[in-house]
């Protein structure tokens, strides 16, 4: 029989609190009514709600379905969730990996980054939760509240661990965590910030055995380069959606579909086709990879993949 008790955070004051990996095992989570405290949950769940809380720090690990926050203010939070939303909060600070388009109501003085994290047991979790490391639409957000900036972007400077610091308690001391960004188990996006360059190139990996350690080393040796990670997708395509975004050289392409969902990445950068195709042709000879022809025909291709993408998605 499960014990709510055991899935529920409420009434604490400066307090570290968490769940170790492995504790909540996909169950719903609450948290209310908690002030000045640090609450770790290392683990995946269903749905969280947070209500009433003041002056936290929260992490919160993959949930399958939607974090809502209500009522909370001054908290700074890393969370992973498909659905995101508040609704009457003051001043909070999220590094985010959210699924969907992240919706704020009634809220004020938001700022969001993309969220960076790791764990060894982190990856598993964002599995049984059902989330793909490459869907993030953290800087995508949706303001219900009519009127003026109620949001806006952390600064791409800001450290993880001075928003949430690693857990001070012992029994929390066990998770072998990192903030170090080129660790992190979801690959740290620009999205919504400016562009550096005029200059996109789309790459496609196709479903397989090695899918995400390819799309993850391409991400290592472009960034390495200098160039800019702007956004990442992990979705199914069908025939016609190949005709669409890989026009011309779309047939090479179809019969790689039936496998599973498709990996794109954007790069940004002065060179970064050039750079792209470089590198994939001296790093990855054997793999079949869609990458963008020319800078002309570039823009296009993200545009198509991406404009497919975000139906797919039903943003």
């Known amino acids: 029989q499960i014990d709510p008790k055991d899935y529920t955070f409420s009434g604490l004051k400066d307090e570290t609190v968490g769940r170790l990996p492995g504790k909540v095992a996909g169950q719903q989570f609450v948290i209310q009514d908690c002030e000045n405290c640090s609450i770790y949950i290392f683990d995946h769940s269903a749905t969280i709600t947070i209500d009433d809380c003041v002056n936290c720090q929260i992490f919160l690990g993959p949930i399958k379905g939607s974090v809502f926050f209500r009522d909370c203010k001054d908290c700074k939070c890393i969370v992973a969730c498909q659905q995101f939303r508040t609704r009457d909060c003051r001043k909070l600070e999220v590094f985010l990996c959210c699924a969907t388009q992240p919706i704020i109501e009634s809220s004020t003085g938001m700022k969001f980054g993309c969220f960076q994290y790791y764990y060894p047991e982190l990856a598993l979790q964002f599995k049984d939760a059902g989330l793909s490391i490459f869907n993030n639409t953290w800087s995508n957000i949706h303001d219900f509240t009519p009127g003026e900036n109620n949001w806006g972007l952390l600064p791409e400077t800001a450290v993880v661990q001075d928003y949430v610091p690693l857990p001070s308690s012992e029994e929390l001391k066990a998770v072998r965590i990192s903030t170090d960004a080129t660790k992190s188990i979801i690959p740290i996006t620009r999205g919504r910030r400016q562009k550096s360059s005029d200059e996109s190139c789309l790459a496609v990996f196709f479903a397989g055995d090695y899918t995400t350690a390819n799309a ?10 200098g160039f800019q990670l702007v956004q990442t997708k992990e979705v199914v395509m069908k025939a016609e959606d190949a005709h669409r975004v890989f026009q011309q050289c779309a047939s090479e392409f179809i019969p790689l579909l039936e496998k599973g969902p498709v990996v794109a990445l954007e790069f940004n950068g002065d060179g970064a ?18 990458v963008s022809e020319s800078k002309a025909s570039a823009s296009q291709d993200v545009d198509n993949f991406y404009n497919f993408a975000d139906m797919q998605m039903g943003m």
């Not at 993850?216 to 380069?225: F, N, P, V």
């Open 273 to 290: 086709v050039e750079g792209c195709q470089s590198t994939i042709n001296e790093v990855f000879s054997g793999t079949k990879v869609f």
């Open 216 to 225: 993850r080393k391409l991400i290592d040796e472009m960034t390495g380069k």
